[in-house]
């Protein structure tokens, strides 16, 4: 099971001022809308999502259907088999995607520590 591109995706109190600090680090603008309090930043092969007010927790994530530098990628395993796959072993789920469309989804579980994972696929 393929998952796709990874990030990790932070909660954060002031986009700006995390935004500006992960810059220090040698990460840039990759996507978002800063204005609506979410951004992408890349350093390297190294993806981070920053997202004011959306999220309580930081979280893993995995976008099916695109390589880590974001080019689209010809196949992918898409969400809905991978959700077949996670519930017939046995991996509990909290959000699910619709299985009853084609294209965006998304589904979501928490790992043994109670770790958000989010798979959201955009095409």
Known sequence: MELGAF???????????????????????????????????????????LFQGMFDRNMLTFNPGWAQDASELDEFTDVREIQKALLASGVALDMEADTSGEGPASLMLKDPDGNPILIDQHR
């Open 7 to 49: 990030s990790i995706s932070l909660a954060v109190k002031d986009i700006q001022a995390s935004r500006e600090f992960y810059s220090r680090l040698g990460f840039s603008d990759m996507g978002g809308v800063p204005e609506e309090n979410w951004c992408i930043l890349k350093n390297g092969n190294t993806v981070i999502g």
